[in-house]
């Protein structure tokens, strides 16, 4: 299965990475990915992972480490 969290995205780009409605964003991916966690049997592997970065500002596609810089969780 392949999801795209678009919510956080989507918050980023409209309000900007240090807007509060960015942490409302985290919280809620957060929390679906904990019932999707509480799911899985012992068989799944579940990798979490950032398309791309963000300036502060909401912008991505350039060469800074902002824009590049993302994470990866796997449980």
Do not use: Q, W
Not at 38 to 65: R, S, Y
Request: with cysteine; aromatic share 6%; net charge negative.
């Amino acid at each position: 299965m392949l999801a795209h969290m678009i919510g956080l995205d989507c918050a980023g780009h409209t309000f900007g990475s240090r807007h509060p409605e960015i942490e409302r964003k985290l919280l809620e991916t957060e929390a679906f990915i904990a019932k999707v966690i509480k799911l899985m049997d012992d068989e799944t592997t579940l990798v979490i992972f950032g398309d791309h970065g963000m300036t502060e500002e909401g912008n991505h596609g350039g060469d800074t480490i902002l824009e590049m810089r993302t994470g990866v969780f796997a449980y």
